[in-house]
């Protein structure tokens, strides 16, 4: 046995004094590169995107978790005199005055369920406010490929369209993206 492993070792070292062992290592080296870099590339594409589920009457819909400030459980709404139907009215939360917005109204839903005496409130944000967006259920925290999301259903009603920012599939179950730049859009700017 110790015969043949001197064998391999001169093998190896007169490969190595031809030059062919080094270009061999180079090679191996350059593919696992190469394969390494596949990897990356295949991992950015496959991006994936966290989602906060919600429940409006019979549908689910989500809102990205990076627009999601917090969810607000325990409030008291303070009315406001002459603003949309959708509106209604304001909260205090932690000495922050935060408009309180009936996203099924502003969907032509008609209005949020009654039977839920506090119904829970999701806070989006982007870049210029907050609002506090009620709903009839909070579903799950899920992550989906940026790939699976498609554009939003073409039978979905004008009215709702507007807000519905493309759809993905959770579950085998399809959940409308909610475009929260639209909904907080000042009130009387079109989309």
């Known amino acids: 046995m110790t015969e043949k492993k001197e064998d391999t070792s001169q093998g190896y070292a007169a490969l190595d004094e031809g030059g062919s062992l080094t270009q061999t290592a180079e090679e191996v080296l350059r593919r696992r590169a190469q394969s390494l870099a596949y990897d990356a590339a295949t991992e950015e594409v496959n991006d994936l995107m966290g989602l906060l589920l919600f429940r409006l009457d019979d549908e689910w819909y989500a809102v990205k978790v990076e627009d999601v400030r917090e969810i607000y459980q325990e409030y008291t709404i303070t009315p406001v005199p002459c603003v949309p139907p959708f509106i209604l009215g304001v909260i205090n939360i932690r000495g922050e005055i935060i408009s309180m917005t009936d996203i099924a109204k502003l969907m032509g839903y008609g209005a949020i369920s009654k039977e839920i005496e506090v119904p829970p ?22 992550d989906v490929l940026v790939d699976g999301v498609e554009p939003a259903v073409s039978t979905m009603d004008k009215a709702q369209a507007e807000f519905v920012a493309g759809s993905v599939y959770v579950d085998e179950r399809l959940i409308g993206l909610i475009n929260v730049d639209r ?4 009130v009387g700017v079109s989309g």
């Open 121 to 142: 409130a999701i806070v989006v944000q982007n870049e210029d406010c907050a609002t506090a967006v009620v709903v009839d259920e909070i579903g799950d925290i899920t």
């Open 183 to 186: 909904i907080l859009q000042p």
